[in-house]
């Protein structure tokens, strides 16, 4: 699954399934361009395991949701590297958990603007070059939340579902160009939002607690959702695309 060569960009890439990410398509071979938004300690750190670990990579600084800084952002990856040929949306932030009636306005637009229009800024800023490779790959991540839709999450669920129809959209524009765009569609995953959304939710303090009751004796781990992306962008994936993948061992038990 060699990826050398190639320049990816992925975006909240310094934490969690990000970090996961960037550090599983560089070990493979590409040269990772790790955004964020506030966190650079966090950015700058997975930059220096990357690095101590033999790979290339490099931090950027963009909010998704800012079209101008996106065409910033990627205008200096391509200055420091080259086109990119592999885009993972990632970044991602959560819901407060409120219904419908009691959603504030503002946590609308920010939820959906990260998820949905972020992606779509970033598609639109990165294809014009993308098209010019021997093959690009662009990755949404996704949640399981798409498949269930519960209450109490609508700009989640909203933003999220509006991700997968914007990848089920671009894999039908972009496959003349030799482009493959993927869902992949995580259930609780051990990060730090993960933990935040468990202990909301259940009170679980220590999220490994929940170990025996999820598939496979484990909660998923970044390096899960990240395994799943290499193979998606690798040249051993040579005829998906418009696919939603989900990683949560078949079904997460959260009882």
């Known amino acids: 699954m060699s990826l050398a060569g190639r320049v990816a960009l992925v975006t909240g890439g310094g934490r969690g399934v990000g970090k996961g990410i960037s550090m599983s398509l560089a070990a493979a071979g590409a040269t990772v361009a790790v955004n964020y938004r506030r966190d650079e300690e966090a950015a ?3 930059v220096a395991d990357i690095v101590s670990n033999g790979g290339k990579a490099q931090a950027y600084a963009a909010s998704v949701d800012d079209f101008e800084q ?10 420091d590297h080259g086109a990119i040929g592999i885009l993972v949306n990632n970044a991602g932030i959560a819901s407060r958990g409120q219904s419908v ?33 021997d093959r690009g790959d662009i990755i949404m991540i996704s949640s399981v939340a ?22 089920y959209t671009l894999a039908k524009e972009e496959r003349e160009h030799g482009i493959r765009v993927n869902i992949v569609a995580p259930g609780l995953v051990d ?20 170990d025996q009751s999820m598939p496979f004796g484990r909660v998923c781990q ?12 690798s040249n051993e994936n040579s005829y998906l ?9 078949g079904g997460q038990n959260l009882r």
């Open 146 to 167: 798409t498949r269930s839709l519960g209450g109490y999450g609508a700009p989640y669920n909203m933003g999220k579902t509006a991700m997968e129809a914007l990848a």
């Open 101 to 133: 009636v009691d959603t504030d306005p503002a946590e609308m637009r920010r939820v959906v603007a990260t998820h949905a229009f972020g992606p779509h800024y970033l598609a639109s800023l990165v294809l014009p070059k993308m098209r010019d490779l």
């Open 222 to 233: 970044p390096e899960d959702v990240a395994n799943v992306v290499r193979f998606l962008v």
């Open 191 to 210: 990060t730090d939002m993960g933990q935040r959304l468990i202990h909301a939710v259940q009170g679980v303090e220590d999220i490994r607690t929940l």
């Open 70 to 79: 996106n065409a910033e952002m990627v205008a200096a990856i391509e200055a």
């Open 44 to 46: 700058a750190a997975t």
């Open 241 to 249: 695309t418009g696919e939603r993948l989900y990683c949560d061992g």
